[in-house]
């Protein structure tokens, strides 16, 4: 009896405490939303407001004038996130797990390989040079899966670390007694028993190419090839340029460029796209938790 | 089955590899056959021009078009094929550079302020000796007056867009509300004329805050202090300066002209008069003169103050707007070479890209294709020559426009003049540049190579510092003096000291 | 009887098969990571475009210089201090998100939590620093004009106000990570065998206790490898958290300049390739020297969890 209270007790303070944060996280975004709906003159004459003085579209007709645009930008960014997240989480569990092998002679080597690449890197020069010159992938999709987020050390050592602490010793030895391959105890026991830290990685693999606009920014003129945080950032930075003191030799009046409330719609269908997809997807992540929890 | 399992991993490994390989061959193919494409015909010099641009970038189809129509202009003139490269305008510089530094092929771009940079770096070719071959009528345009901005140590390297340079202070304000305060604003001849024009406003509207900056972090009231040299330093982050005639380096910020203008928007500021967040706004001047609570600003436009205040009222949604001149124009060399087009130094055909240069700056054709695009599809044109876009679309709908950077690329002169705008316009603008005075050190630039170190540690403390000043949030009787100590203890001096060198050495060879 | 087994079984684990597991990422580190480190010494030349990276002439160490001014330790001590508090404070406030969601036990709520909070990471800085001057702005923002008036008291002119700056920097680090954060802690704890909590369970423990005995000490490899990565990068900061949310306020630079923004301000107007490939080869040697000390303490204590 008395566990359950306590139990429950505890459930109900979760709850709210969660609530709670949930409000501080969400009441920043709702402001934006907001501010994307708000008529521009009321913005900047009664300040930023949940409850607008004036509402208005603008800035949704505005983007919807440039709908082509954002449509074929949101095709490169689901193509480059799906194949981006697919491979890099195969070779992402592919590496980490020998590393997690107690008994692999080259354990601490590779660790250390791949910790000196989270801390020391050449610049952007030299690997901008390596991948136009040597790999050309200037203006190609491969531009923007390829370089910097296939493989990230931090990814790597997650799910090492979850192997090493997830995946007892003994299994793989029984395996090994019964003469299984490394391939195959890999295939047939280890990604079973990895569901919840796969969720985990592919979660901030997809998320990381799907925010990405560096690559876009080294190696993509073609604007059908950007983006659309490509597309967003350009337009929002090329504002951010002209407010700068480095445009005042422009000393051109004719700039009619977006005003607040399309930045901040543009930043609204920055995220939008993850807010749909996200809740479907999660179903797996949080069963991934759940059939890991089982599992261990 | 175990073999099965273990020639697919092989294979997922192999595929890792050759899969990056792979797309490394299959662009190269593609190049090739755009080669030989070429090859079918006659062999002509490829030219690529980087521009800096606000507008959307096309998509390559729309591009092709443009290109096609210039080429059949350069082909049979100067022999030579052009490859529009459009970069959006705030990372411009950093994809030039990066561009150039991975050996990529750019031979024409330009410069965002930064030309002083690009040739102390070696980004630019030396044109001294080619400029009379291959664009001799750009010289004839522009004169020796102007291109002196372009040269270094004898040698020039580069060519300044040619457009008005002349930058006039002045203050945009909302005619309704002069009007009916009775306020006469033909009456400002200075910026310190200003202040009692403020109050007045204030008074009949307290909740307003009448003065809104021009930009991010400066009132514009820095942009009114007459005749300042600013040697090749950013306008905004000026360290030594020239004021007057005299030759003598100083420090900007020992000034009593500089104490004078941050006392006076410092009393804006106590008063209300400007907004408080002048220093960090994300808004732009338009978006703040189309709300309620604004009256004016102060900037410097290159046209005249009526044509300026008609084409901004029309951004800030038909407000009526007057505008009055608070100043004169004043040239020096940055102001001339901010926007200067240079062929790179990594060029493999400097001679068919100067000629390209050559026809940005001579003929009408090629450069309204490269600011307006194809006619018809992308602009239309009523029958005295005014521009405007096809009905029904606008900038961001049309398929090639690069008309927000008409102000730096080629010959302003020559492009399509927008509907809205007067012909008139351009002739007094033409006649500014020659009226305008022009500073004693006309054509000096800086090479700030020896004091790389002071200038990165002084460049912080400046940004720290004068954004507050100009806008007048902090006190300038106690900031001004912490500010030059800082200054000094970044190096200063040393700075200063470097450029009067350099500068007495110009005057020496001059 | 332990060793016995474990030495059969390195009879039976060959090298060679593990490695060639391991080979595709092998392959991708050493082209995307390991080639273009040759590029460090660009730190080391005075760079120009016509000479190239390797014709260019070298010129010691002139390139580090302004890195070690005066005015540059304020720069690394603001740098150093925001890292200790966003490792300690951001761990804390993770794993507590992580421990409660756990508790939850019902998936529509963890579901609807867990986006909530891992929403504001979607967000890029650029915006990030839009919101804040919605919340900050002196003139139109909603703290000065509607809680401010609601409450009363002096509106503040925040971007020219250093003091509240490092809780402000804090708050919007914990807004925008902690639901990130939260979600390895979460998978860690998903890991953790339920028999465990079952047996305590029977023996009277208290959730409370539960959490103190059970859940925090199976975290702790966790904690460890996230926070030795965190050290190796305690000279680096989030250029946007630094830059984009205090606006850039020049009167704010004493307690919002990091190594980052320094770099970027000192030479937005110089652009020289070799003092930037400076500044990163200083943040990356004392990153370098600092965690494998860390590691190295780590090892002595608990072999299994170190880094390598």
Redesign the interface.
């Known amino acids: 009896m008395f566990k359950q209270t306590d139990e429950k007790r505890f459930r109900i303070f979760s709850t709210v405490f969660l609530c709670l944060l949930t409000i501080i996280a969400l009441l920043p975004i709702i402001l934006i939303v907001i501010a994307s709906f708000t008529d521009e003159k009321s913005l900047l004459s009664y300040g930023y407001s949940y409850f607008p003085k004036a509402w208005s579209f603008n800035a949704y007709i505005y983007l919807i004038n440039q709908s082509k645009l954002i449509l074929r930008a949101y095709g490169v960014t689901v193509f480059v996130t799906a194949v981006g997240t697919v491979t890099s989480v195969l070779v992402t569990t592919m590496l980490a797990y020998p590393m997690s092998r107690k008994n692999f002679k080259y354990r601490n080597l590779l660790s250390f390989f791949v910790f000196f690449t989270m801390l020391f890197n050449g610049g952007i020069v030299s690997s901008y040079m390596m991948w136009t010159n040597i790999f050309k992938i200037k203006n190609t999709i491969w531009a923007l899966i390829i370089p910097n987020y296939l493989v990230t050390g931090f990814n790597v050592f997650l799910v090492r670390n979850y192997y090493s602490n997830n995946v007892p010793d003994a299994i793989i030895e029984s395996a090994q007694i019964d003469g299984a391959t490394e391939m195959r105890i890999f295939w047939k026991i280890i990604i079973p028993l990895s569901v919840p830290t796969i969720a985990t990685i592919s979660l901030f693999t997809a998320l990381c190419y799907w925010n990405d606009w560096l690559n876009g920014l080294y190696y993509i003129t073609k604007s059908e090839l950007f983006g659309i945080q490509n597309l967003l950032i350009k337009i929002m930075n090329n504002v951010q340029f002209l407010k700068s003191g480095s445009s005042n030799y422009l000393g051109v009046g004719n700039m009619n460029l977006p005003g607040t409330s399309v930045r901040m719609a543009m930043a609204v269908i920055g995220i939008l796209p993850i807010v749909i997809i996200y809740p479907f997807v999660q179903k797996y992540f949080i069963k991934g938790v759940i059939v890991g929890a089982v599992k261990g | 089955m175990?073999i099965w399992?273990?020639g697919l991993?092989?294979a997922?490994?192999l595929i890792?590899?050759i899969g990056?390989?792979g797309?490394?061959?299959?662009?190269?193919g593609e190049k090739d056959k755009d080669g030989s494409k070429s090859g079918e015909n006659k062999s002509y010099d490829k030219v690529v021009y980087a521009y800096a641009t606000?507008n959307?970038?096309?998509?390559?189809e729309v591009l092709d078009t443009v290109e096609e129509e210039i080429n059949k202009i350069t082909r049979e003139k100067i022999n030579v094929e052009v490859e529009l490269?459009p970069?959006?305008?705030?990372?411009y510089?950093s994809?030039v550079?990066?561009a150039?530094?991975?050996?990529?092929q750019i031979d024409l771009f330009q410069s965002?302020?930064?030309f002083n940079?690009s040739v102390s770096?070696?980004?630019a070719y030396d044109i001294t000796d080619m400029i009379d071959v291959y664009a001799k009528e750009t010289k004839e345009i522009l004169g020796e007056d102007i291109l002196a901005a372009c040269v270094k140590d004898g040698r020039l390297y580069g060519i300044p867009t040619y457009k008005?340079y002349a930058?006039t202070p002045m203050v945009v304000y909302k005619q309704e509300i002069a009007d009916e305060l009775g306020i006469d604003m033909s009456q400002v001849k200075s910026v310190f004329d200003l202040t009692d024009v403020l109050r007045k406003v204030k008074e009949a509207y307290p909740d307003m805050?009448p003065l809104v900056p021009v930009?991010?972090?400066?009132s514009g009231v820095n942009m009114t202090i007459p005749e300042v040299d600013y040697l090749t330093?950013?306008?905004?982050?000026p360290k030594g300066v020239l004021m007057g005639d005299s030759m003598t380096v100083v420090d900007y910020y020992g000034t009593e002209e500089f104490a004078e203008i941050c006392r006076l928007v410092r009393t804006w500021y106590n008063e209300g008069l400007i907004?408080?967040?002048a220093?960090?706004?994300?808004?732009?001047s338009?978006?703040?003169m189309?709300?309620?609570?604004s009256f004016c600003y102060i900037a410097?436009?290159?046209?005249p103050p009526e044509d300026?205040a008609a084409?901004?009222s029309a951004?800030v949604?038909n407000i009526p707007l007057g505008a009055v001149q608070i100043g004169e124009a004043y040239l020096d060399t940055?102001?001339i070479n901010?926007?200067t087009w240079m062929v790179?130094?990594?060029s493999k055909v400097p001679e068919a890209a100067l000629k390209f240069l050559n026809l940005t700056f001579t003929d009408p054709d090629v450069i309204n294709l490269i600011i307006y695009g194809i006619e018809g599809r992308d602009y239309v044109m009523d029958e005295e020559g005014y521009v405007s876009y096809p009905e029904g679309q606008?900038?961001?709908?049309v398929p090639y426009t690069a008309?927000?950077s008409?102000?730096?690329l080629g010959n302003f002169f020559l492009m399509h003049p927008?509907k809205g705008t007067k012909k008139e316009s351009l002739i007094w603008e033409e006649e500014q540049n020659k009226l305008a005075k022009k500073s004693p050190a006309m054509g000096f630039t800086f090479d700030?190579s020896e004091v790389?170190?002071e200038?990165?540690?002084v460049?912080?403390?400046i940004?720290?510092?004068?954004?507050?000043l100009l806008c007048g949030?902090?006190d300038p009787e106690v900031v001004i003096p912490e500010f030059r100590s800082?200054l000094s203890?970044?190096g200063l001096d040393a700075i200063i000291a470097a450029k009067q060198k350099q500068l007495d050495e110009w005057l020496k060879n001059k | 009887m332990k060793k016995v087994v474990s030495k059969k079984n390195r009879g039976l684990t060959k090298s060679g098969p593990l490695l060639l597991i391991a080979l595709p990422g092998i392959v991708y580190l050493i082209i995307n990571n390991y080639i273009p480190m040759f590029g460090v010494f660009l730190a080391f030349k005075d760079y120009s475009y016509v000479k190239g990276i390797f014709g260019s002439d070298w010129n010691g160490f002139d390139n580090f210089k302004y890195l070690f001014r005066q005015d540059a330790l304020l720069i690394v001590r603001n740098t150093i201090l925001y890292n200790l508090a966003f490792i300690v404070i951001g761990t804390v406030c993770a794993i507590l998100v992580a421990i409660l969601m756990c508790e939850l036990g019902e998936r529509f709520r963890v579901k609807i939590f867990q986006s909530s909070l891992l929403l504001p990471n979607l967000l890029s800085w650029v915006v990030i620093g839009f919101i804040g001057y919605a919340f900050l702005n002196a003139d139109t923002g909603f703290i000065n004009k509607t809680i401010i008036r609601l409450f009363g008291g002096n509106e503040v002119a925040w971007y020219t106000t250093p003091k509240p700056w490092p809780f402000i920097l804090l708050l919007v680090y914990l807004w925008k990570n902690v639901g990130y954060s939260s979600i390895i802690y979460m998978a860690s704890i998903a890991g953790i065998d339920k028999s465990i909590f079952e047996a305590a369970k029977i023996d009277g423990a208290k959730k409370i206790e539960q959490i103190r005995y059970i859940t925090i000490p199976m975290l702790k490899p966790t904690v460890v490898i996230l926070t030795l990565m965190a050290v190796g990068r305690i000279f680096y900061s989030d250029f946007g958290l630094f830059y984009q949310v205090p606006m850039n306020s020049g009167a704010l630079y004493d307690v919002t300049q990091t190594i980052d923004t320094y770099v970027y301000h000192g030479l937005m107007e110089l652009k020289d390739i070799g003092m930037a490939a400076a500044a990163a080869l200083y943040q990356s040697v004392v990153g370098f020297v600092l965690v494998v000390t860390a590691n190295a303490v780590v090892r002595k204590i608990d072999r299994e969890n170190a880094l390598f």
């Open positions: 175990k399992k273990k991993i092989i997922l490994s890792m590899v990056l390989a797309c490394g061959k299959s662009t190269t606000f959307n970038i096309p998509t390559s490269l970069i959006a305008i705030f990372d510089s994809s550079s990066l150039l530094q991975g050996g990529e965002l302020g930064d940079n770096s070696d980004m008005p930058l805050t930009q991010t972090g400066t330093d950013d306008y905004f982050s907004l408080k967040d220093a960090t706004t994300t808004s732009t338009t978006e703040l189309s709300s309620d609570n410097s436009y290159s046209y300026t084409s901004i951004q949604g940055t102001s901010a926007l790179s130094s990594t606008d900038a961001s709908s008309q927000l008409c102000g730096t927008m700030s790389k170190t200038y990165t540690a460049s912080n403390v940004q720290q510092y004068l954004p507050g949030s902090v800082k203890d970044a």
